[in-house]
């Protein structure tokens, strides 16, 4: 059973007459009688009553209308399903994010993508540099996000943004009296760098801020992630550079002020990566997105 007999008997079932039916699926009227008769002879059930002025089902026929239309149904929505899929508006996408990485840019750019594409479900998996690369190739991560990454020749490395660096302080500190900062003659200060994973990355950018400003951080702790330092920062431990997406973090006693004496190479770039022979149409959907919402935010 094919689905054109499907649709022939339920026009004829709802025209109660094969002339109009023929004349509404645009054939003409032998095939579809011929049609209606091979479903009959496949069903090995009367369909139809057949009379001088029509055609009026049978109680078998009325049964057999119910569950075509149902057929018909979920056929419809099946292809309608795979077509979406096809077109990378329906299915999963899997992204990998970092410490910092749920601040700033990027729940915008997801926000924005659930927003447009309601039909794929979106997982968010934290997980440090190395552990996204290894996803990345397994393909059970279909995108990520991260800094400060080394060229890899199977991966696409796209800059989302780059952005500057701000300074965190404990509020009762004399340096929150102040609307900016000159690193270069904060060479006293203590200072708290984190991540410890995922090296080569932010904590050895801020040792060559440092370094290129002509001194050599005091450090008082290196921890694994910006939360703990911003945390450290309030619990009066020392300063901490953070790159701008961090100063969302709202904690009590903790004060951001940007450093207006850091050259422009010393931003912190924020970047997506995915596999580069990826032809994910989802992943092309959310590329799209992402670089839209980039886009806006440059402007």
Not at 14 to 29: D, F, M, P, W, Y
Request: hydrophobic residues 45%.
């Amino acid at each position: 059973m094919k689905l054109h007999q499907l649709n022939y008997f339920i026009a004829v079932a709802e025209e109660g007459h094969v002339g109009r039916a023929a004349s509404r699926l645009n054939i003409s009227q032998p095939p579809l009688t011929r049609q209606i008769q091979q479903l009959e002879q496949e069903l090995g059930v009367t369909l139809f009553e057949r009379h001088a002025s029509g055609m009026a089902l049978t109680e078998p026929g009325k049964l057999f209308l119910e569950e075509a239309r149902h057929a018909r149904s979920v056929l419809e929505l099946a292809i309608d399903r795979v077509k979406r899929a096809g077109r990378g508006e329906l299915g999963r996408l899997d992204v990998g994010i970092f410490g910092s990485g749920i601040l700033g840019t990027i729940p915008k750019i997801i926000h924005q993508f659930r927003s447009r594409y309601p039909g794929i479900d979106v997982s968010i998996h934290s997980m440090t540099k190395d552990a996204q690369i290894h996803a990345l190739r397994n393909r059970t991560l279909s995108v990520a996000f991260n800094r400060l990454l080394e060229p890899l020749p199977d991966i696409t490395i796209e800059c989302v943004e780059r952005e500057p660096i701000f300074l965190a302080i404990n509020s009762e500190s004399p340096l929150a009296g102040a609307t900016s900062l000159e690193l270069g003659k904060l060479t006293k200060e203590s200072y708290i760098l984190f991540p410890t994973v995922g090296r080569p990355g932010f904590i050895e950018k801020a040792r060559g801020i440092c370094h290129d400003l002509g001194f050599v951080p005091r450090v008082a702790q290196e921890v694994g992630d910006v939360m703990t330092g911003v945390a450290l920062v309030a619990a009066g431990f020392g300063v901490a550079m953070v790159p701008k997406s961090a100063t969302a973090i709202d904690i009590e006693h903790v004060v951001y002020r940007p450093l207006v004496d850091l050259p422009d190479s010393a931003k912190v770039d924020l970047s997506c990566v995915y596999l580069t022979d990826d032809n994910s149409p989802i992943l092309a959907r959310f590329l799209e997105t992402l670089r839209s919402v980039a886009g806006d935010a440059a402007l």
